[in-house]
């Protein structure tokens, strides 16, 4: 019986053990817990250098980094003589906080007390990180959860913030490449190398999240003035954006490198070695704020030169005082020096790349004055240089939108900008205002929009916004410009790049800028800068003549010398050309006269002597050109022109005294928009264009001129555009040379002249007798102010069948022609105000029938003596303007409902008799 016993004992008291105790999972500690006899035990691990418990707890060493590579803990009790093991799954909400404590699964338990053996911690394939003793006793009270702590020695660890701050060197020896190629905002992640000062041991620190503030402090600091703007001086920091953690010691960092990211892309930016940053202390589970990270910056750097070159230019133009005007900064603004240097390439109208350098420099709108000193020849990145630009008393946008290696459409954008302000004119403006809304109603047409140009009133000719004097020769160093402004400004020729200008600033200027570069002088060629294509010099009143280093540019392809009324500009368009005033064409053109493409010569002056227009042996050199400006330029007598190997897409020479156009002006490229001869003297309609030209023009405006044919009828070619504008000529017979070449005219305005008649197949014959196959096209006329009576047939649907906007108002009909009235596309048709010679009211009958008219929409006859109308009014003729009929009598009923909903326009005097709607102002 005894060895019965002994066998119950040894074989079945472990198998009740097991049975009271069983591990159960959860993550409350308020789970409920049932049963009177049951209790439950959670085990919480810590690491033993950062423990603190209220009594001391037994614990052994674990050869483990971090505390979260422990993932189980298997303990053994003992109950009564009973050895009860269990394992435990150990958890926490991350592996970064883990560092400061894990806790097990609960475990469930007979009520009781039991006795701490020893434990075991786990890794996560279950292998053995440590083991240990215990000792200790454990009270399970029933239905109640009972905590008991751990501890295992772990690396001690703890985080870091890290700051990263400025620290300038006299040299960049301590960076890979050897200087800083970036901007120290430029910034967004960053790799840490630490030393351990005791065991010399490095930490690698790799990737870590970077955020930069700007602070700013109520003082100035440093050896700037306190001229130099803002009061606050600014500042930039970087931080890392999260903490990492690092083994428990004292630090340095040593090492470094920054990154830019742009997208999925990671950009490295420097590799900082030799550094010798602050040390600081990492203490276990504690949180070390703004270890400091010394990012090298070079004093000595390109960038940094360049922002001093740009506080010595400020200076030297009397920076202080600057007030901006315009639109593209706030207004007043001004630049700022009272911030960290790296951070004076950051002003207004400058423009930095990624490395720092400075690539645009923009003063147009400052006010500035003096003299640009020789410092300018330090930005040799520069791309973009405007001293001033022909909007600045506009807003100044144009050099503010300019960058570095434009695309092709922002050049065309930049380049057309001035002519889109102050030259532009759609040849149709001078149509009614009722043909004008039939075409922009037409979408196969190109609308038109209302001119907004400038007047030559709101921006004066000589009126000046900046008073530079001279700028120093150093811009020979600028290789890689490209955009290139002088405008406003008091400057004469012979100041331009054409001697140092020693200007320093009293403690800023440490080079002596001569000397620096006098080995380079000799190698300055303006030939050199291959990348200058776009070039302004608008408005500088002391401008005698071109100054001479445009004529060495090889590869100019747009020259800006708008309203520089100080030259002689017939002169100096020889001179441009032929590299001589006094050329007569037979020599070696300058390499500047076969590049240029587009020439602004508007508003100068051409001289006083009849035929100032360079001969075309000159201009024909001109071989790329393909847009001219001359508007009021006092251009006198004869153009010659180019010669037909010159192909033109816009040519402006309105408002001049020009009496006649060369036969061999120039030939017509296929994207012609307007060629403009508006406001001349102009006698014949010269005879330099082909209709039969695969390619047809937008416009061609003749208006405001003096004539009265064309030149060479017999032989004469037409025009090759869909716009025509003859109006406010001295015509008396139509010029019917136009149609019998078959010119595929659309729109034709010959309003303001003396037209008496238009004969029978004046438009739909052509020279040999024939059918005009280009009649068909016409859809536009305006006839007004002639001294027309009749019509012939021409202008019925058999001849010009889409007509769709037809004006003869102020004319001599006494009965409104009936002709244009059956083309099946007639939208609107007016015949106001006909008079006969002795200035009498003659249209005197209402057109019956012509509501019926299958697609007009609008009808114009006011300023006529019309008497009763008989006809009843239609929804479909739905504007009808009658005003200044005195004796008029007309009945609306019919459309007064579409009166009142706003889908009938009646354009009427109160005083009329106009009868059945009250929803007119009538006073009766």
Request: glycine share 8%; proline share 4%.
């Amino acid at each position: 019986m005894t060895t019965y016993n002994k066998i119950i004992k040894q074989f079945l008291a472990p198998i009740i053990a097991v049975l009271f105790c069983t591990a159960v999972t959860g993550c409350k500690d308020d789970e409920g817990l049932q049963g009177s006899e049951y209790g439950y035990v959670q085990f919480k691990l810590y690491k033993a250098a950062s423990y603190q418990p209220a009594e001391e707890t037994p614990a052994s060493r674990a050869a483990s980094e971090m505390l979260s590579d422990i993932q189980k803990v298997e303990v053994e009790l003992n109950y009564n003589g009973t050895s009860i093991t269990q394992t435990l799954v150990l958890n926490s909400y991350s592996s970064e906080n883990a560092e400061y404590g894990m806790r097990s699964d609960k475990l469930q338990l007979m009520a009781g007390t039991y006795t701490m053996v020893g434990y075991r911690l786990l890794d996560k394939v279950d292998e053995v990180v440590s083991s240990y003793n215990a000792s200790g006793d454990i009270e399970v009270r029933p239905g109640e959860l009972t905590v008991h702590d751990l501890t295992a020695e772990v690396q001690e660890r703890g985080q870091v913030q890290f700051k990263l701050m400025k620290s300038w060197v006299s040299d960049s020896r301590a960076s890979t490449p050897s200087e800083e190629t970036y901007l120290f905002n430029d910034i967004n992640m960053v790799d840490i190398t630490l030393r351990n000062t005791f065991t010399q041991a490095t930490v690698e620190l790799e990737k870590i999240p970077v955020r930069q503030e700007l602070n700013y402090s109520d003082s100035e600091q440093g050896d700037v003035p306190s001229e130099t703007g803002d009061k606050y001086y600014s500042s930039e920091i970087a931080y890392t954006d999260s903490l990492v953690w690092v083994p428990a010691g004292e630090y340095q960092v040593v090492e470094y490198s920054t990154y830019r990211k742009s997208g999925a892309v990671t950009y490295n930016l420097e590799i900082g070695t030799g550094v010798e940053g602050t040390a600081f202390t990492v203490e276990d589970n504690q949180v070390t704020k703004d270890a400091e990270v010394p990012v090298l910056l070079s004093e000595t750097s390109e960038k940094i030169k360049d922002y001093m070159a740009l506080y010595e230019i400020w200076k030297a133009l009397n920076g202080p005082e600057w007030n901006y005007v315009g639109e593209a900064y706030p207004a007043g603004a001004n630049w700022n020096f009272n911030k960290e240097k790296d951070m004076w390439g950051v002003q207004p109208g400058v423009q930095l790349d990624d490395n720092g350098r400075v690539t645009a420099l923009t003063i147009a709108g400052f006010g500035a004055k003096g003299v640009v000193p020789d410092a300018i020849g330090q930005l040799t990145e520069l791309r973009i240089l405007a001293f001033g630009a022909h909007d600045e008393k506009l807003g100044g946008n144009i050099t503010a939108s300019l960058r570095a290696d434009m695309s092709e459409a922002d050049k065309k954008k930049v380049r057309e900008n001035y002519a889109n302000l102050f030259l532009k004119k759609d040849s149709r403006e001078d149509l009614s205002e009722m043909l004008q809304w039939v075409i922009n109603r037409d979408p196969k047409q190109k609308a038109i929009k209302k001119s907004t140009r400038i007047s030559p009133k709101d921006v004066q000719i000589g009126a000046v916004t900046n008073e530079i004097t001279e700028i120093s020769k150093a811009v020979m160093r600028l290789t890689k410009l490209q955009n290139l402004f002088i405008a406003n400004s008091t400057i004469t020729a012979d100041k331009v790049f054409t001697d140092w200008v020693s200007n320093p600033v009293e403690g800023v200027t440490t080079r002596d800028y001569k000397e620096e570069w006098k080995d380079e002088v000799s190698g300055w060629k303006w030939e050199n800068f291959k990348d200058l294509t776009d070039m302004e010099l608008y408005n500088c009143k002391n401008f005698d003549k071109i100054p001479d280093f445009v004529l060495q540019l090889p590869e100019l392809q747009v020259l800006n010398l708008a309203c520089n009324r100080g030259m002689k500009m017939k002169e100096q368009w020889i001179r441009l050309v032929t590299g001589s005033t006094s050329g007569d064409g037979t020599g070696t053109p300058t390499t500047v006269a076969s590049k240029i493409q587009m020439l602004y010569f508007g508003y100068n002056d051409f001289g006083d002597e009849e035929n100032n227009f360079p001969p075309l042996k000159v201009l024909s050199h001109m071989k790329n050109l393909h847009m001219l400006d001359c508007t009021s330029s006092g251009v006198k007598g004869k153009v010659e022109g180019f010669g037909s190997d010159v192909v033109l897409s816009q040519l402006l020479l309105s408002d001049n005294e020009i009496t006649e156009i060369g036969g061999e002006f120039c030939s017509f490229s296929n994207d012609v928009e307007t060629l403009n001869f508006a406001n001349n003297k102009i006698k014949l309609i010269p005879n330099i264009f082909d209709a039969s030209s695969l390619y047809v023009m937008g416009g061609v405006d003749f208006s405001g001129n003096q004539i009265t044919g064309v030149a060479d009828p017999d032989n004469f070619k037409g025009i090759n555009a869909s716009s025509v504008n003859l109006s406010n000529n001295k015509l008396v017979k139509f010029p019917k040379e136009l149609f019998q070449a078959e010119s595929p005219i659309t729109t034709l305005n010959l309003a303001g002249n003396g037209i008496e008649k238009i004969e029978e197949g004046d438009i739909v014959n052509n020279r040999a007798g024939g059918r005009n196959k280009n009649a068909n096209l016409i859809s536009t006329i305006d006839l007004r102010f002639n001294k027309l009576s009749s019509l012939p047939d021409d202008f019925r649907a058999t001849g010009i069948p889409y007509l769709r906007g037809f004006d003869v108002s102020y004319n001599c009909f006494s009965k409104v022609p009936e002709q244009p009235l059956n083309c099946s596309e007639l939208e609107a048709i007016g015949v106001r105000h006909q008079r006969d010679a002795e200035g009498r009211r003659i249209l005197r009958e209402w057109p019956v029938g012509i509501t019926e008219c299958p697609s007009l929409l609008q009808l114009q006859i006011g300023s006529n003596d019309i008497r009763k109308v008989d006809e009843e009014m239609t929804p479909q003729l739905w504007i009808v303007e009658v005003k200044d009929n005195p004796s008029i009598t007309l009945d609306v009923t019919s459309v007064c409902s579409y009166i009142s909903a706003g889908l009938w326009m009646l354009i009427y005097d109160k005083t009329q008799d106009i009868r059945g709607c009250d929803a007119l102002d009538i006073e009766n």
